[in-house]
């Protein structure tokens, strides 16, 4: 997969499109650490960690599917949009508990139907039909996590900044010189304040 590493985004989705199914796997694995950076950021709004690291691949395969070089701006930024839609849609369900818990969901590349098909193929279209609301929306979890940050001790902000680059909090742990327990600590004392902050605005 090294001949990958010097393609763009957009030149290797066209290869897909030809037909190099070895690509899916290349850029679901190119792009999982952003997912991983949005799942930790909406998990400490309101959600389960590994539910929401799988709802933002499922949107990040559907920015694959669905990327129109003609009319989008670049592939990074459609795949930004259809991962932050996916997570923010799931963390809106599951707050108003609307639907069934998300570890019910099947394999994402189990197959489905009488075709076989992987069930990935299968998902309704994302339509970006409202980007501008998106990004405001984004820009409200932004604002929200900095006040959330005013809450925190210096110790629990250093937690927060690397839970939100992705690393787990046993990682953390390593690159503080803390306890796995401590990291632990933090992170639910970190989700409580939130919730605390979330609950008065």
């Not at 590994?50 to 990074?76: C, N, P, V």
């Not at 076989?116 to 929200?144: C, H, N, Y």
């Not at 940050?149 to 210096?154: A, E, G, T």
């Amino acid at each position: 997969m090294d001949n990958y590493r010097n393609l763009s985004d957009e030149e290797l989705i066209g290869a897909l499109r030809d037909g190099d199914r070895r690509i899916m796997d290349y850029i679901l694995n190119k792009y999982k650490p952003l997912v991983l950076r949005k799942a930790n950021a909406m998990y400490l709004i309101g959600g389960d960690t590994d539910d929401l690291i799988q709802e933002g691949m499922i949107g990040l395969f559907k920015a694959i599917r669905d990327y129109r070089e003609e009319k989008e701006t670049s592939f990074f930024h459609f795949a930004e949009l259809c991962i932050n839609r996916q997570l923010y849609s799931a963390v809106e369900a599951s707050n108003r508990k609307k639907h069934a818990p998300l570890n019910t969901y099947v394999s994402f590349y189990s197959r489905n139907g009488e075709e076989g098909k992987p069930l990935a193929e299968t998902l309704p279209t994302d339509v970006m039909d409202d980007p501008e609301q998106l990004m405001i929306d984004q820009e409200s979890v932004r604002l929200f996590l900095e006040r959330a940050r005013d809450s925190l001790s210096p110790m629990e902000r250093t937690v927060l900044d690397e839970s939100l680059a992705g690393l787990n909090y046993r990682q953390i742990a390593e690159k503080l010189g803390k306890s796995p327990k401590a990291i632990d600590n933090a992170l639910s004392r970190i989700k409580a304040k939130i919730r605390q902050v979330q609950g008065g605005s």
